[in-house]
């Protein structure tokens, strides 16, 4: 009995004893490069993660590859699918074409019916500018032209005399003295 009395309680010193020189010599470990190792696992982390993303998608490429390689009836269906597509597009970029010509004829054809109506009021000895404001006035929203009254003329005297300039009228004078 002594015997295994001394076996017992050995075995907790040499427990105790092992567990602080793993205590020790863990944390003059951690203390002497705990850093380096924190970065070395981060970095090994994300290392991990792209590597792990690249596999995914090299693994699905090849499922891919291999699933049409199986299958031409899938790819033939992809193709009409993209060819449809295309030729939709195609339609609708050529119907918005044509709505764009359509507004530009219909542009020209306005300009040419104003410059025909010009030349007409000036063969008939009217004021052209007076005619080709019309269209826009009727078109325009706003006070209707017998409220509008025309602007007098100022009974004011102008600043310089009559056109001639100062010293020209100097010269003018000082010639005929």
Excluded at 36 to 50: G, T
Aim: hydrophobic residues 35%; aromatic residues 6%; glycine residues 6%.
């Amino acid at each position: 009995m002594e015997r295994e009395g001394e076996q017992l309680s050995a075995r907790p010193a040499l427990e105790t004893e092992g567990l602080r020189f793993l205590h020790v010599t863990v944390g003059s470990l951690l203390a002497s490069y705990g850093w380096y190792i924190l970065f070395s696992c981060i970095l090994l982390y994300v290392v991990f993660q792209k590597l792990s993303a690249r596999l995914r998608a090299l693994r699905q490429r090849q499922l891919d590859q291999a699933e049409a390689a199986v299958e031409p009836d899938v790819v033939v269906k992809r193709q009409e699918a993209l060819a449809a597509a295309r030729l939709r597009m195609q339609e609708e970029l050529n119907a918005q074409v044509e709505k764009h010509k359509e507004k530009l004829r219909q542009l020209e054809e306005e300009k040419r019916r104003q410059k025909i109506e010009m030349w007409d009021s000036m063969q008939e000895g009217k004021s052209y500018k007076r005619n080709a404001r019309k269209p826009q006035e009727e078109e325009s929203p706003g006070p209707s032209t017998s409220s509008v009254v025309p602007k007098r003329k100022s009974d004011k005297k102008p600043l310089r005399g009559g056109g001639k300039h100062q010293m020209m009228s100097n010269v003018w004078n000082f010639q005929h003295l």
